[in-house]
């Protein structure tokens, strides 16, 4: 049993949490049930093993990595499935729009290290510091990862980055 103060920083934990893995998970799955369903399993998980996971100097982080391994699992075990399948009379929220899903489909044929780099660095909102801390590799590896992995899907999806620079001047 857990007692009330570590029940209460659960509680906190949980509020902070919930809302950046449901992002992070929907980023990686392009699945919406699919999202709700890793994050109840990650925070299950945290709430089992609270007692340990606290005494982390990054709860947080911890729960990231379970959520990016649980996610990993998954597709390894649906490989060859669509990324997506969504049928209208099967959705309880709406659907993302067709934009979002070339995004998700694009970040899923990154390699690995690119794609976590930039879901915690532009979905989660992680430093490349703490990217760096949380997946145990220099900082300038991890500038590299954003580069390369931004540049890989402004090519993927079509987009002219040189026009992207001239507009951000």
């Given at each position: 049993m857990v007692?009330?103060?570590?029940?209460?920083?659960?509680?906190?934990?949980?509020?902070?949490?919930k809302r950046s893995l449901m992002g992070q998970a929907f980023l990686l799955t392009g699945e919406i049930?699919?999202?709700?369903?890793?994050?109840?399993?990650?925070?299950?998980?945290?709430?089992?093993?609270w007692p340990r996971i606290s005494r982390y100097e990054d709860p947080q982080g911890w729960a990231r990595r379970v959520l990016h391994n649980l996610t990993t699992d998954r597709w390894r075990r649906e490989r060859g499935r669509r990324l997506v399948k969504l049928m209208p009379d099967a959705l309880t929220t709406?659907?993302?729009?067709?934009?979002?899903?070339?995004v998700i489909e694009a970040?899923?044929?990154?390699?690995?290290?690119?794609?976590?780099?930039?879901?915690?660095?532009?979905?989660?909102?992680?430093?490349v510091v703490e990217i760096a801390t949380e997946l145990h590799a220099p900082g300038g590896t991890v500038r590299s990862w954003l580069s390369r992995g931004r540049a890989a899907l402004a090519a993927d999806l079509g987009i002219d980055q040189s026009r992207e620079e001239e507009a951000a001047e």
């Open positions: 007692d009330s103060s570590a029940e209460d920083d659960y509680e906190r934990f949980f509020d902070v949490a049930e699919d999202s709700r369903d890793l994050v109840q399993e990650v925070l299950f998980r945290a709430w089992r093993e709406p659907a993302p729009d067709v934009g979002h899903l070339d970040l899923h044929r990154l390699p690995r290290d690119q794609q976590r780099s930039l879901v915690l660095h532009d979905v989660v909102g992680l430093s």
